[in-house]
């Protein structure tokens, strides 16, 4: 894999509408499985613009940002975290006990929704036994000055780990609860049994401890059946969605209910098979997507994709979802992950490319259109 300099670049939407291709003309034909029709899909079709770029990353995995705006990222295979703010990359520090491999490494960040007092930043990470899950706290001398890293605190731990399938990203919903995306390692086992970690999404507190009102009681998993979940987000109505890696096939975009059986590895896609919730959006060649982070900006879900080299966007319609269209394809490589700023942009991170970059959207109707 190679380690080039990443760039984080700032795209604004267009006025036009239908620059991107999707649908079975544009593409290997991803296809919905939802109930219904999605109306509209005009946010979804416009195309971006590149406005500037920002030099110095390393196989970024994971953005997120403080109230200030400030970007906080996380690079894979360095267990570095670095801060970008106003167009300049410092480095806040290594996690330390982070050790990389296959795709394990440092993943997903988290940001307190009580940063204001806490000050605390949650980090995902596979360590030599497992992958964990750790809080650390930033501090700054004056506001406005450089940040410092403290040490990390482990708050979860025993999440199995593997050269591939480690899961990683982790998200604070509506209701406060830490949710956690997990990988079934390779372990086919796991993913349908509820006392497994792998294969999962969990809700766990703050402490790294069930959340209350789980659907398996005094237990973290939140749904179960995953086989590599890679993107979590709500809605405007607070209804979570998850993008997940398939196989070779039926990649998937899913709506999550609290105990829902997503099928893997007995079922992907949207079968229609009685016991298990079929996906809402299928890509049926992973060559076309391998989605991953996730983002929700109105009433449109934005996906980076891996293997497909492109963003997705996809139109959001109460609980159905509609016709996946395509930015970028082939352009700037392979999209990590996909975050809202505090100014309205879209930052996206792509890894694995000469050089490796951070593009940066802005969606319709918020600032910098």
């Known amino acids: 894999m190679r380690a080039a300099s990443a760039l984080a670049w700032t795209l604004a939407l267009a006025a036009c509408t239908g620059g991107g291709s999707g649908g079975p003309a544009g593409n ?44 906080v990222i996380s690079e894979r295979d360095s267990g570095d975290l670095k801060a970008v703010r106003d167009g300049r990359i410092t480095v806040l520090g290594s996690i330390p006990g982070v050790v990389p491999g296959g795709e394990g490494g440092l993943l997903g960040l988290a940001v307190s929704p009580n940063y204001a007092s806490d000050k605390s930043l949650f980090a995902y990470f596979t360590a030599r036994t497992d992958n964990r899950i750790a809080r650390l706290t930033l501090s700054e001398a004056a506001p406005g000055g450089p940040l410092t890293l403290g040490p990390p605190q482990t ?30 390692s390779q372990r086919r086992d796991q993913p349908q049994d509820p006392n497994a970690l792998g294969g999962k999404i969990l809700r766990i507190t703050a402490e790294g ?18 086989r590599n979940v890679q993107g979590l987000d709500w809605d405007d109505a607070g209804r979570l969605w998850a993008s997940e890696f398939g196989p070779t096939v039926d990649d998937e975009l899913n709506l999550i209910q609290p105990g829902g059986n997503y099928g893997w590895p007995e079922v992907t896609g949207a079968p ?32 980076g994709a891996l293997r497909g080299q492109r963003l997705w966007a996809v139109p959001l319609d109460g609980e159905n979802a509609g016709n996946p269209v395509s930015h970028f394809t082939a352009k700037f490589g392979r999209i990590r992950d996909v975050s809202l700023a505090p100014d309205g942009t879209l930052w996206m991170l792509t890894n694995n490319q000469n050089p490796d970059s951070a593009l940066i959207l802005a969606p319709p109707g918020r600032a910098g259109e």
């Open 155 to 184: 708050i979860f731990s025993g999440i199995p780990k593997a050269s591939t399938h480690n899961g990683g990203r982790i998200r604070f919903g509506p209701d406060g609860s830490l949710y956690v995306g997990t990988g079934d």
């Open 272 to 303: 229609g098979r009685p016991g298990f919730i079929d996906a809402k959006v299928v890509w049926p060649s992973t060559a076309d997507s391998s989605p991953s982070g996730l983002e929700i900006v109105g009433s449109t879900a934005y996906l």
């Open 28 to 71: 290997a034909g991803p296809v919905t499985g939802n109930a219904g029709p999605v109306t509209g899909g005009t946010d979804a079709a416009r195309e971006p613009r590149v406005l500037r770029t920002v030099e110095g990353l390393r196989l970024p995995w994971s953005v997120v940002f403080l109230p200030d705006g400030t970007a």
């Open 209 to 226: 401890r069930p959340a209350p009102g789980n659907p398996f009681g005094d237990n973290p998993v939140y749904s179960l059946g995953h």
